[in-house]
């Protein structure tokens, strides 16, 4: 070994052992499976550093300030407090990219799950769920086909509910007698027409108008069955 009392110049050191140098108690050796410098008690920069083929951190990595990339892959959970996309010359985006299981957003309430919101990979559909994991539990699922939105509960409209297209209709579903039943507004007549699995709108006739509609039940239906308002004078 040899002691210098003050500094010592060259234009390279060179070391023939992964041992490498230790500066007052602090290693830089050489990790021969990659051939990466290992410093042991951590590593401080105070200006930029920088990584041609990857940075890779093999514990926790704290950031004291921003942290900018183009491009980050993280192959565990990434904590933060906010995130914020933001891109001044154009859109943002945020992309799941999973073929063989659900791709959630979840929301919780300290440890408990209050909603699960998604892409159900058993059927494609997107699911509003209010229990841990979708499929179960869905308040609304949205038909990746049809575009058709299924409720699990009641729909309360504060203003209107409002049907619009060619002959539009409203349909009801009876589940325990596997019925339907239709309220049909036929435009090029301006009048409603009122039908169900066993009668068709043939077998419907005219009794009434309301602002100037013509009401049509059912020929079974007789004016007492129909609420007054239905009837006209």
């Known amino acids: ?17 992964d041992a490498g140098v230790n500066i007052n108690g602090i290693s830089l050796t050489r990790v021969a499976a990659n051939s990466a410098l290992r410093v042991g008690e951590g590593l401080e920069t105070i200006g930029l ?16 300030g921003s942290l900018s990339a183009t491009d980050g892959i993280f192959s565990g959970n990434v904590t933060t407090s906010k995130l914020i996309l933001d891109d001044t010359s154009g859109g943002v985006m945020i992309q799941f990219e999973s073929s063989s299981g659900d791709q959630v957003l979840r929301f919780k309430d300290g440890t408990t799950t209050m909603w699960d919101i998604g892409r159900d990979n058993s059927n494609q559909n997107f699911i509003f769920s209010n229990d841990s994991g979708l499929g179960s539990g869905d308040v609304l699922t949205l038909n990746r086909t049809t575009g058709a939105a299924t409720f ?25 007698e596997v019925q339907t039943a239709t309220v049909t507004y036929v435009a090029t ?10 009668y068709s709108s043939s077998d419907i006739t005219a009794v009434g108008t309301v602002s100037g ?12 069955t129909l609420p007054s308002a239905l009837i006209g004078d």
């Not at 550093?49 to 004291?64: E, H, K, W």
């Open 152 to 176: 699990a509960s009641t729909v309360t409209a504060n203003d209107k509910v409002r049907t619009e297209g060619v002959n539009p209709f409203l349909e009801f579903y009876d589940t325990s």
């Open 189 to 198: 007549s301006d009048h409603f027409e009122f039908s169900d699995d066993i």
């Open 1 to 17: 070994s040899a002691t210098f009392a003050s500094s010592v110049s060259a234009t390279e050191f060179l070391s023939t052992t």
């Open 49 to 64: 550093l920088r990584s041609y083929a990857g940075l890779n951190v093999g514990t926790t990595g704290v950031f004291g």
């Open 213 to 224: 509609a013509t009401i049509r039940p059912k020929t079974s239906y007789t004016y007492a």
